[in-house]
């Protein structure tokens, strides 16, 4: 009897009009656009300017433009996870707004927070959904509105991050398709060099919170990029081995766009020739989950029935994993 296996059989991206550049951050900050693209690939990135939006509203238009593109209507959907690190509220989740704004009413949705881990967490939990034989259709959402918790002053972070989202279908696939494999870590320590400090139940918000401006984003950078490159490059590496593959078997690498150096050390890890990395950090800077969706959705006309894909990613926390998929389907 052939394995029931979760396969992608749609992808679908959104990201905002508004771009803000290199040459716009030389007018906030102390950089450059060479400083910039030097340290980490990224020449603009988009940002969601309007207030009244969040990260809901940019996973409602993927999930609306995947539905679309895969022929079907909200109600043939069993189940929406969604992984943000930027959610409208701390309740309800953003994956029952996203629900909402989609008319998709018999299913059952939630977020994920595994930082710029979590669309291979999400991923992965769905895909054991579908392998059970329990749902038939679940929408995974990767969105983050990040320019909410960056600070403009702060050039070391403000660089890096944009805003974006991205949405795969997974159904049944019993051709050998699909989510083949999955390698997830987590290690709490990391905490200290790459979080957000207030806004939970350990620091509500206060006004010397927002005076001392502990909503932002705070990341002590090269102990970040330490652990970031040596753990999505041994993942990667690591799930290759566990299932005989090497660079060469590899179709192609989807890695979370966090840094080019961080992407070229994976790539190089698995032994992997550069013109099978998926890379648009340059144009959509860090989009937190929003990277590796919006990465299949760009690159969708390139794939082919049967390719093996390494999904890889580093987040904050620390959270760091990697996944073997086979893609399932041809586009037309």
Wanted: aromatic share 8%; hydrophobic share 40%; proline share 3%.
């Amino acid at each position: 009897m052939t394995k029931l296996r979760a396969a992608i059989t749609a992808v679908n991206g959104y990201v905002p009009d508004d771009k803000l550049t290199n040459a716009d951050l030389e007018k906030i900050v102390d950089t450059n656009d060479e400083w910039i693209r030097a340290r980490t690939g990224i020449q603009e990135r988009r940002i969601l300017k309007d207030p009244t939006k969040a990260s809901s509203d940019m996973g409602a238009e993927a999930v609306k433009g995947l539905l679309k593109k895969r022929g079907i209507g909200p109600e043939e959907i069993d189940m929406v996870i969604c992984a943000t690190a930027t959610p409208d509220h701390l309740f309800p989740s953003t994956a029952n707004l996203i629900s909402h704004k989609c008319g998709i009413k018999d299913a059952w949705s939630y977020d994920i927070m595994a930082a710029c881990s979590g669309f291979l967490y999400a991923l992965t939990t769905a895909s054991q959904f579908i392998e059970t034989g329990k749902y038939k259709k679940i929408i995974v959402v990767g969105a983050d509105k990040m320019s909410s918790i960056v600070d403009y002053t702060d050039r070391s972070t403000c660089i890096i991050f944009g805003d974006g989202a991205g949405a795969v279908l997974l159904e049944p696939n019993e051709e050998g398709m699909g989510i083949q494999d999955s390698i997830l870590h987590t290690d709490g320590s990391g905490r200290d060099y790459l979080h957000q400090k207030a806004g939970g139940s350990l620091n509500p918000a206060t006004v010397k919170t927002v005076e001392n401006k502990d909503h932002y984003i705070f990341q002590e950078g090269r102990t970040v990029f330490k652990f970031a490159v040596s753990k999505m490059a041994d993942v990667s590496a690591e799930i290759l081995e566990k299932n005989n593959l090497t660079g060469e078997d590899v179709a192609w690498l989807v890695p979370h766009q966090a840094n080019l150096r961080i992407i070229d050390a994976t790539a190089n890890r698995m032994g992997l020739d550069p013109s099978k990395v998926m890379i648009n950090i340059h144009k959509f800077g860090n989009t937190t989950n929003g990277t590796i969706p919006l990465c299949l959705w760009e690159w969708e006309n390139k794939l082919k029935k049967g390719d093996n894909i390494i999904l890889a990613a580093f987040g904050g926390g620390f959270t760091w994993g990697s996944i073997y998929l086979k893609w399932a389907y041809d586009t037309k």
